[in-house]
């Protein structure tokens, strides 16, 4: 089984920038995709960025100029970089990773456990 870890979530003034990292570990044949979703309180989770294998990115109108998604693949790591942070991007951020954990397994959908944004004066 493959795990997801992530890390960098916290507490920002408006204006201000973090960067979220997700690590994939475990049984990893190959990685397809990874990607960033996130969901604020009394609302459906949502796609913030995704990148696939070729490098290939694709984001959320809400967060298009602000947000940067990038992997590193030789770590098997995606990173969020957040700028110009509203409060309105408060939320868990949530990633994620379309992967084949071995060489005879089925691709799967695998989730992190969340981190917390929070952007607030």
């Known amino acids: 089984q493959a795990q997801l870890v992530e890390s960098g979530g916290g507490l920002v003034q408006p204006g201000g920038s973090l960067r979220l990292s997700c690590a994939a570990s475990?049984?990893?044949?190959?990685?397809?995709?990874m990607g960033w979703y996130r969901q604020a309180p009394g609302k459906q989770r949502e796609l913030v960025a995704t990148?696939?294998?070729?490098?290939?990115?694709n984001y959320a109108d809400s967060v298009k100029g602000r947000f940067t998604i990038s992997r590193d693949n030789a770590k098997n790591t995606v990173y969020l970089q957040m700028n110009s942070l509203k409060p309105e991007d408060t939320a868990v951020y949530y990633c994620?990773?379309?992967?084949?954990?071995?060489?005879?397994?089925?691709?799967?959908?695998?989730w992190g456990q969340g981190t917390q944004v929070t952007v607030s004066s």
């Open positions: 990148i696939i294998s070729g490098g290939s990115t």
């Open positions: 994620n990773a379309d992967l084949r954990p071995g060489w005879n397994t089925y691709d799967r959908i695998y």
């Open positions: 475990g049984s990893i044949f190959r990685i397809n995709a």
